[in-house]
């Protein structure tokens, strides 16, 4: 199973990046699999930032992205993107997108994840 994401770059603050994550291998059907994205600043922990439910691809969001980022999915391409918008400083960090078959309510906690991508860097300038 791999996940490669893409679309990192430098941006300034109030502006747009859109990340993709293409998934490959999944033993089972991709519409089975719950995804996600998690960032990671310098020399702070892993934190949630979105989840797409592998039923009715139902959405979850930090509270700190809420209103900004966005998160889907295309099932036929079998990509997650994440859809970040009005980004700041705060927001620069290593995304990382990952995946698990089915559901859990940890959700937000990394440890519920089995399989991660490697992450790509989100820089914002002020």
């Known amino acids: 199973v791999q996940l490669q994401a893409s679309g990192g770059g430098l941006v300034q603050a109030g502006g747009s990046l859109r990340l993709a994550c293409a998934a490959s291998?999944?033993?089972?059907?991709?519409?089975?699999?719950?995804m996600a994205w998690f960032r990671q600043a310098t020399g702070k922990e892993r934190e949630f930032v979105a989840a797409s439910r592998q039923i009715n691809s139902a959405t979850y969001h930090a509270d700190a992205v809420k209103g900004r980022f966005t998160i889907s999915r295309d099932k036929a391409k079998r990509t997650v993107y994440l859809q970040m918008n009005s980004l700041k400083p705060e927001d620069t960090a290593v995304y990382y997108c990952?995946?698990?078959?089915?559901?859990?309510?940890?959700?937000?906690?990394?440890?519920?994840?089995?399989?991660w991508g490697e992450g790509t860097q989100v820089t914002v300038s002020s």
């Open positions: 291998g999944h033993t089972a059907d991709f519409s089975e699999y719950s």
């Open positions: 990952a995946s698990r078959l089915y559901w859990s309510v940890a959700y937000a906690s990394s440890r519920a994840w089995s399989t």
